[in-house]
């Protein structure tokens, strides 16, 4: 009883912390650049999308149009171009792919601003394909499990990319309702933020999907760098936070975001009942 008693308090201990506070920006946003850059094994064009911050939720961000984009390990460089033109987009030629034991810088020359970043990249590894289960209320199915979120060892991202678009019944719909990416993390750190974090929304999808699911490597700098985005997103909110802070980088010049270099490793599962 007197457990029951402390539990009770403490939802309306939690529940009265909470307040709402209107948040307004005074003057401009600095321009600041934010960087998306990941390079990987893989031998296709590698996109690179550079924008300024944005003031409200879920505003369209300010692409960095015009950039000069430039990409070097020891023995080339590669020139990056905008596609399509003023969208912030930058690709390498189809024919590029990062190289293990190789050394990559990023050279974006902007506004008279010159930013760096420079990156390696460890081995892929094979790993165990996912698991998925039931839903009984609905009879369609849902990730049940893709990797250990804590590894001391390797460090991970895992993107599924979801499609049941030729499933019958399903054909018809906007891509939007019938394809869905996923990503998940495997860290070399457990947070207490990351154990209590808010609930995530549940994808459903039929028997027949087709799942791809795909592993990048990541080193120590880029899994601290994940790390810290997602308590400051994802993992922000619950019971238990951090205060807020800027994300560590690997950029100069004041520039924000990370270059990674990653190696891919890659299977597809057919969802079947």
Not at 246 to 261: E, H, P, Q
């Amino acid at each position: 009883m007197r457990r029951i008693c402390l539990l009770t308090g403490l939802v309306f201990l939690f529940h009265g912390c909470v307040k709402e506070t209107p948040w307004t920006l005074k003057g401009d946003l600095p321009r600041k650049l934010i960087v998306e850059a990941i390079i990987t094994d893989e031998v296709k064009p590698h996109g690179i999308k550079l924008t300024f911050p944005v003031s409200e939720l879920n505003q369209q961000p300010k692409p960095a149009a015009g950039a000069g984009v430039l990409i070097s390990n020891e023995d080339s460089t590669w020139q990056l171009i905008e596609n399509p033109p003023n969208s912030g987009v930058y690709y390498t030629p189809g024919s590029f792919f990062a190289r293990l034991q190789k050394n990559y810088t990023l050279l974006i020359s902007l506004d008279g601003g010159v930013y760096t970043a420079k990156a390696t990249m460890t081995g892929g590894s094979y790993f165990k394909e996912l698991q998925y289960a039931k839903n009984e209320d609905n009879n369609l199915y849902y990730i049940d499990w893709v990797a250990n979120a804590f590894s001391t060892e390797k460090a991970a991202m895992w993107e599924l990319l979801i499609d049941w678009s030729m499933v019958p019944g399903y054909e018809q719909l906007d891509s939007l309702d019938n394809h869905a990416r996923m990503l998940f993390y495997t860290l070399p750190t457990l947070d207490v933020s990351e154990v209590f974090a808010p609930m995530m929304k549940s994808i459903f999808f039929p028997a027949g999907t087709i799942i791809t699911e795909r592993r990048y490597s990541l080193t120590a700098e880029h899994a601290e760098f994940i790390r810290e985005m997602l308590l400051e997103t994802n993992w922000t909110g619950g019971l238990f936070t951090v205060a807020p802070a800027n994300v560590v980088t690997n950029l100069s010049n004041g520039a924000f975001g990370f270059f990674g270099a990653c190696a891919v490793t890659e299977l597809s599962v057919t969802v079947t009942p």
